[in-house]
């Protein structure tokens, strides 16, 4: 008989915003259970981006991420269908912002996501959690909840500088709090391959952190910017578009890995 294994928890972060987090984890989320693995999305940003970019309306979710966290609901009772076949999605509140405050406060404060996911709904082969863009307490019970960090990183020059950053947490994190926390890999985003930049940026990425930058290029695409207000993925979208193609070849690539 094969042991059921725990699915592997993957915190999409980076604390710069604008970098690709939200569509990353929406767009690798829908290729992920296109494939034929279920896959559970957790929106851990009180923009709540994920949440309305899979056409849900982050303010009449009635239980939210916040409720997983205060421990108030368990994740079956937070858990909504979306509009992809084999996609769940624990939705995002505004609220989420004035709760940090009050989660501060409680006890094992960077352990409630870690307690709220210990028992994954049935089925779910993979998690995803979209972090908000910063180093706080949500994004700190992300990286204790979750088994890897995925790291989108826009081609520019600052990019160099976050990713030292983020690599420095992912130690912290690793000797005080998680001890087996992985990196999934940097995968590069919104990326002009017309431009000087993007390739120089991709080459000094590659030469730093050599094990972790992906294959995989996501390009700058505008289908992808466009399918969030239709409240689907770019692969619901436009299944053929060069955005949909290279969400697609990134789950390929991480399922491999
Ligand atoms: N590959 C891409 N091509 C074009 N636009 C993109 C791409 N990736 C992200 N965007 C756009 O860039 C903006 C920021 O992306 P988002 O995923 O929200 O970043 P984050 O979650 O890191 O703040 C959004 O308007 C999004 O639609
Ligand atoms: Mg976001």
């Known amino acids: 008989m094969l042991a059921t294994m725990a699915p592997p928890i993957i915190a999409v972060v980076n604390q710069k915003g604008g970098v690709g987090k939200t569509t990353t984890a929406i767009n690798l989320s829908a290729a992920m259970a296109e494939v034929g693995h279920p896959t559970l999305l957790v929106d851990l940003d009180p923009q709540a981006n994920s ?6 309306d982050p303010a009449r979710a009635r239980l939210s991420v916040y409720h997983l966290l205060t421990g108030e609901a368990a994740v079956e009772q937070v858990v909504q269908p979306t509009g992809v076949a084999g996609l769940t999605l624990v939705p995002s509140h505004i609220d989420l912002a004035g709760a940090e405050i009050e989660l501060a406060g409680m006890p094992d404060r960077e352990a409630l996501l870690q307690k709220g996911l210990a028992v994954i709904p049935p089925g779910v082969e993979i998690v995803l959690i979209d972090c908000p863009p910063s180093l ?5 019970n992300a990286l204790v909840a979750a088994t890897s ?8 020059y600052f990019a160099l500088e976050g990713l030292r950053h983020l690599m420095y947490t992912h130690q912290l994190v690793r000797s005080r709090l998680n001890p087996k926390l992985a990196i999934a890999g940097i995968v590069m985003t919104q990326f002009d391959t017309r431009t000087t930049l993007a390739w120089d940026v991709l080459q000094t990425v590659r030469r730093t952190h050599p094990h972790h930058v992906l294959e995989t290029l996501i390009p700058r695409n505008v289908r992808i910017s ?3 207000s239709h409240g689907k993925s770019v692969l619901e979208y436009d299944p053929t578009c060069r ?9 390929k690539e991480l399922l491999e890995r």
Do not use: K, N
Not at 136 to 140: A, F, K, Q
Not at 243 to 251: D, F, Q, T
């Open 226 to 228: 466009e399918a969030p």
């Open 149 to 156: 960090m995925l790291i989108p990183t826009q081609c520019e």
């Open 51 to 56: 949440t309305s970019g899979l056409g849900l």
């Open 243 to 251: 955005g949909a193609a290279a969400y697609r070849a990134l789950a």
């Open 136 to 140: 706080g307490l949500l994004t700190l």
